[in-house]
């Protein structure tokens, strides 16, 4: 099993761009979030997806939007991309949507917003 | 504001030497305790975790972690760091009622071979 995947891995924006940042996982899980990673912040909820066909924001939600494709994947898309949003982004799933799920992480992907 | 704290920033030690990193959370009640490692240039990976029962935690590599419930805190620990472990560490708490973690700003530790 791959895990969680997401690409690019990288990727350098002007500001205005848009973007989408593409998450999948293969290992059936129901449960789905975006996180931003930022120096001196720790991980900071974006985006979840308790199931299928269900989003909800999370802690920083603004700026960005997110469509659960189907149950492997997640996708979060800047409309208009800003400096504020360069950082590092974090995929991660859980088997259930609950207090005691481990959450399984992607490689992350670093975006810069020039 | 409820909120998890992990005081110690950055962390240098010298292969061998006892590790502790602190995790204050400020939320009453029933907690789900996690600690996460993010290898350099790796997503982050479960460590351990905290439910009910034995407040001591073993986790993976050597790792360990006590939950004190009258302190608030979730401190990790290892007797003897490798240089392996460089790394940084982040500490999570689910409060009772929510389903959704909120993370520590995280702790960099790097270990001097």
């Known amino acids: 099993n791959a895990g969680v995947t997401q690409t690019p891995k990288f990727q350098v924006l002007k500001t205005g761009q848009s973007m989408t940042l593409q998450c999948a996982q293969d290992?059936?899980?129901?449960?789905m979030y975006w996180y931003r990673q930022d120096p001196g912040m720790g991980l900071r909820l974006i985006y979840y997806?308790?199931?299928?066909?269900?989003?909800d924001k999370g802690e920083v939600p603004n700026g960005y939007n997110v469509s659960r494709l189907n149950k492997r994947e997640f996708s979060l898309r800047l409309e208009s991309a800003a400096p504020s949003q360069t950082s590092v982004y974090f995929c991660?799933?859980?088997?259930?949507?609950?207090?005691?799920?481990?959450?399984?992480f992607g490689p992350g992907t670093r975006l810069l917003v020039l | 504001a409820q909120s998890v704290s992990q005081h110690n920033h950055h962390v240098i030690l010298s292969e061998a030497a006892s590790l502790e990193l602190g995790c204050n959370y400020s939320?009453?009640?029933?907690?789900?305790l996690f600690w996460y490692v993010q290898y350099p240039g790796q997503h982050l990976q479960l460590l351990l975790k905290?439910?009910?029962?034995?407040?001591l935690v073993k986790g993976i590599k050597g790792f360990e972690a006590e939950f004190i419930k009258s302190k608030f805190s979730f401190n990790l620990r290892k007797p003897s760091v490798q240089w392996s472990d460089t790394a940084e560490y982040f500490c999570?708490?689910?409060?009772?009622?929510?389903?959704?973690?909120?993370f520590g700003r995280g702790t960099s530790l790097i270990v001097h071979p």
């Open positions: 991660a799933s859980s088997e259930r949507f609950g207090a005691k799920e481990t959450q399984y």
């Open positions: 290992m059936n899980h129901n449960s």
């Open positions: 997806s308790a199931s299928e066909g269900t989003t």
């Open positions: 939320y009453g009640g029933t907690v789900n």
């Open positions: 905290y439910f009910s029962g034995d407040p």
């Open positions: 999570a708490v689910i409060p009772g009622g929510s389903y959704i973690p909120t």
